[in-house]
């Protein structure tokens, strides 16, 4: 199977054709108007393997290897294998961390970009096999996997596509077989594998070469052997946001123009559009008439626990309100957070980063475990906009339920949590939520796009019901739920 899609064997889809939903991408006919060309964004939605991962919401970055123990932050390969020597490694003690504070997948580097392999491969003798560690027959993929079996955790794999020890790297054909022969062993030995992490990275090998990578066969080695796996970043399944400092846009398209990198003519097509994964918009009207098609392309943020992506012992991990702000700035605005947690050098996740990941859960769950206002939603267009509120006062689950009943009880609130059902596509571009206090309906936070969830924060308001205003929205909105919360003292940051 080829990974790379040929634009002009792209399919077309006619505009006769717009109720019908289109899973990844869509073309648009050469002579769509503008607002055909919307009808047909309307109408792309994520794969299965997509939206099971949309759903995940909280996964976890593990960056470990000979770097943990040099103090450095990029290997240059020639670090002597017996470096690598975890007193006390504990896979076990990782995915039970993460676990109870709230992940749901644990993404391994099984390699990094010194070239040094965390399984025992047969591709080069620059692994843990080379080690000291488990008198080398130590294997950090095999006990991370039985980890994850134990505790019900998924798994992914980052291998670096750049090996700065690999005597093939820059000679072309060897290499990329090399690369095929580590991704094939990962991919074939360690049972059920999520996400398959590439960031293309792309410097001098040891012999001074850059590498031209097969990204046609390596990604297609992928779709046969772990064909539910996710493939970010160098992939067309996940996008990198544009940095690594936890942020996702406030206006956060997954259903996006721009091309992933692994497809035929992304440079070009991209580079037509004036964008990239860093640029501010991805989406908008005026983008979409531009452009000759859309990709539902849902964006990863990742950033690390600590400033560094490796242990230093130096380092601290992020306190408790910047954690809580980067889970509204990457999971709140349509976006699944990787926050990266590494193991210190006895190979355990250090106690000041497993405090910092319990106080983290402790917070979200004190102010989404129980709603203020909640269930289901029923909507009505007043001629201008939609509406959405709340279906009745008394849930199955004894959840406080709105109502426009003016004798209903005061509330306080300052959170809400807003989710379209991404199965219908991304539609919403702008909102306002208000909230009935005595004064009347008054506007408690406003937003541009939702997704599969949007978090916003604002001022404290006594409030007796609350709705949902859409004021602009590409076809119908889907709402899959509202929900507002009152989160103590959190948040400061509105």
Known sequence: MNNKILMTAAILVAVSCTNKFHEGHVTFPSDATDEEKIDLAV??????????????????????????????EWGDGTEDPS??????????????????????????????????????????????????WRDGRGDVVKELREACDEYGMKLGLY?????????????????????????????????????????GANGEGPNGKKQEYDWDSILATVRKLQPQAVIAIYGD????VGNEDGLGRETEWSVTPLMPASLHGADAWNASLGIDPMSKDLGSRELLAKSEGVFWY?????VSIRNGWFYHKEESPKDLPTLVDIYFKSVGRNSVLLLNVPPDTTGRIAKADSLALVGFHEQISSIFDTPVFAGKVKCRHD????????????????????????????????????????????????????GLTDEGWTTLATGTTIGYKRLLRFPTTTVKDVRLIVHSSRSKPHIASFDLF?????PADY
Not at 52 to 72: S, Y
């Open 237 to 240: 399944d996940v996008r990198w």
């Open 159 to 199: 291998l670096s596509p750049w090996d700065r020890n690999a005597e093939s790297y820059g000679t072309g054909d060897a290499y990329n077989a090399f690369f095929i022969a580590q991704l094939t062993e990962l991919l074939s030995n360690y049972g059920k594998i999520d996400e398959v992490w590439f960031d």
């Open 83 to 132: 470096v690598f020597n975890p007193s006390d490694l504990d896979c076990r003690q990782w995915v039970w961390t993460l676990k109870n504070a709230g992940f749901k997948m644990v993404i391994l580097t099984a390699k990094h970009h010194d070239g040094f392999c965390l399984w025992p491969t047969a591709t080069t003798t620059h692994s843990v096999a080379s080690s000291s």
């Open 383 to 434: 001629g201008e906009n939609y509406v959405f509120s709340l279906k009745s006062k008394g849930a199955a689950d004894g959840r406080n339920v709105a109502t426009s009943d003016s004798n209903a009880s005061d509330s306080e609130v300052n959170v809400a949590m807003i989710c379209e059902d991404i199965s219908h596509g991304q539609r919403i571009e702008a909102f306002d939520i208000e």
């Open 43 to 72: 109408h792309v939605v994520p794969s299965k393997r997509q939206l099971e991962w949309q759903k995940l919401e909280l996964t976890a970055f593990t960056h470990f290897t000979v770097n943990t123990f040099t103090g450095k």
């Open 298 to 302: 849902p964006s990863e943020v990742d």
């Open 486 to 490: 009152y989160a103590g003292g959190y």
